[in-house]
């Protein structure tokens, strides 16, 4: 059964900085596409950043273009986020989920429907 852990989460200021990290088991660490997407209360779930895995070409979600990167480490498992410049509108529960992406393509990578493994999430909130 796959699993994925996130851990990383917290509360910060506006205008910190958070690197959330995500542990894949065997199954997981082995899918075409890995992702983080978050969800905040009242609204849908969004799509943060992505990752094609096999070459580690990266896609990023409007709203954090510029401010966060993610990247793997492949030999350990894990998949990171590193989120800059926080505000209070990046407050939600982020999840880190690994799929079938059947290209490099932000339409894939970056659609929840193409991800069939997900973490439980963790929190980030960011404080004026």
């Known amino acids: 059964q796959g699993q994925l852990v996130e851990s990383g989460g917290g509360s910060v200021q506006a205008g910190g900085s958070l690197r959330l990290s995500c542990a894949a088991s065997?199954?997981?660490?082995?899918?075409?596409?890995m992702g983080w997407f978050r969800q905040a209360p009242g609204k849908e779930r969004e799509a943060v950043a992505g990752?094609?895995?096999?070459?580690?070409?990266?896609f990023y979600g409007d709203s954090v273009k510029g401010r966060c990167t993610i990247s793997q480490d492949s030999a350990k498992k894990m998949l990171y986020l590193q989120m800059n410049s926080l505000t209070p509108e990046d407050t939600a529960m982020y999840y880190c989920?690994?799929?079938?992406?059947?290209?490099?393509?932000?339409?894939?990578?970056?659609?929840?429907?193409?991800?069939?493994?997900w973490g439980r999430g963790t929190q980030v909130t960011v404080s004026s």
């Open positions: 989920a690994a799929g079938n992406s059947p290209y490099s393509h932000p339409k894939y990578i970056l659609s929840p429907a193409w991800y069939n493994y």
């Open positions: 065997e199954s997981t660490s082995s899918r075409t596409s």
């Open positions: 990752i094609w895995t096999r070459t580690g070409e990266s």
